[in-house]
């Protein structure tokens, strides 16, 4: 008899980093979900047997509304929250076609880095915005 507590059981997610005119996609969580109203990376979490790169496809389609074009891994990254373990995995990527609209998020901006401080994010996106910032990784 093996139970699995939502604690134990990773979540995967894909994330998207899109940077045009020197400005990052960024999307505002909904109200009700986990980390309601923070700022993130677009992107959303992995169903079982689906590829990384056709998740962040996915995700960006039903949350924005735009097609994409996933590029290189930048990395992948591990966080535990008191009730849930994610794995993150930040991808670059360009938009295809298609004008953002806020279909399954609360907002999207385009933001240069220097205003990043201005906006709160999850716990788990900190250590990759550290990386991303100090130029130990590259978008």
Same mark, same amino acid.
């Given at each position: 008899?093996?139970?699995?507590?939502?604690?134990?059981?990773?979540?995967?997610?894909?994330?998207?980093?899109?940077?045009?005119?020197?400005?990052?996609?960024?999307?505002? @969580? !909904?109200?009700?979900?986990?980390?309601?109203? $923070?700022? =993130?990376?677009? #992107?959303?979490?992995?169903?079982? %047997? &689906? @590829? !990384?790169?056709?998740?962040?496809?996915?995700? $960006?389609? =039903?949350?924005? #509304?735009?097609?994409?074009?996933? %590029? &290189?891994?930048?990395?992948?990254?591990?966080?535990?929250?008191?009730?849930?373990?994610?794995?993150?995995?930040?991808?670059?990527?360009?938009?295809?076609?298609?004008?953002?609209?806020?279909?399954?998020?609360?907002?999207?901006?385009?933001?240069?880095?220097?205003?990043?401080?201005?906006?709160?994010?999850?716990?788990?996106?900190?250590?990759?915005?550290?990386?991303?910032?100090?130029?130990?990784?590259?978008?």
């Amino acid at each position: 008899m093996r139970q699995e507590k939502a604690a134990d059981t990773a979540i995967e997610v894909c994330a998207a980093v899109i940077v045009e005119d020197d400005r990052y996609l960024l999307t505002r @969580r !909904l109200a009700e979900s986990h980390c309601g109203l $923070l700022w =993130e990376f677009p #992107g959303g979490k992995r169903k079982a %047997g &689906e @590829r !990384l790169e056709d998740c962040l496809v996915r995700e $960006l389609r =039903e949350e924005l #509304g735009i097609e994409i074009v996933v %590029g &290189e891994l930048i990395t992948t990254l591990s966080h535990r929250y008191p009730d849930r373990m994610v794995i993150l995995h930040f991808f670059q990527a360009s938009r295809l076609r298609g004008e953002p609209q806020a279909l399954e998020c609360s907002e999207f901006r385009w933001v240069r880095q220097p205003d990043f401080a201005d906006l709160v994010f999850p716990e788990a996106d900190i250590a990759f915005l550290s990386l991303l910032f100090s130029g130990k990784i590259r978008s």
